[in-house]
């Protein structure tokens, strides 16, 4: 089954917090896990605030994007659904970042899985897309 993970998945696989069980578990299981690029800058926005704050050295955060970056079956590029993720955005008036997400779950009908309750909430606001709680 494939399914669209976002960054407050992809981040707990390097990062360890609360749900790193859980989302390694996924990743170790048989799914097609995928997610647009963004999610790349997403997990280092993550992986930055770790490293402002002394919890990760320059190195130890280089090696965690390029670790959840390369765990991801497949990186979709933004620019094949942008015009949908806008549409998106402005319908549920939503911030756009988690709409990229939510227009590739509908473009695959595939499942999103995340631990952002914004991100699940908007899925429920729209026909055809299943959020699942990480």
């Known amino acids: 089954m494939i399914l669209v993970i976002d960054a407050s998945v992809a981040a707990k696989w390097v990062l360890p917090e609360h749900g790193t069980d859980l989302a390694v578990a996924l990743r170790n299981g048989t799914d097609e896990l995928i997610a647009p690029t963004l999610i790349i800058a997403e997990i280092g926005n993550a992986v930055w605030k770790r490293a402002l704050r002394n919890e990760l050295s320059v190195e130890e955060a280089i090696t965690a994007v390029e670790i959840a970056a390369g765990l991801m079956t497949r990186l979709i590029p933004l620019e094949s659904f942008a015009i949908r993720a806008t549409e998106i955005a402005i319908e ?20 999103i899985v995340s631990a952002d309750d914004k991100l699940l909430g908007a899925a429920k606001k729209m026909k055809g897309v299943e959020g699942r709680r990480l």
């Open 92 to 111: 549920l008036r939503h911030p756009i970042y988690d709409c990229f997400y939510l227009a590739l779950a509908e473009r695959e009908r595939a499942p």
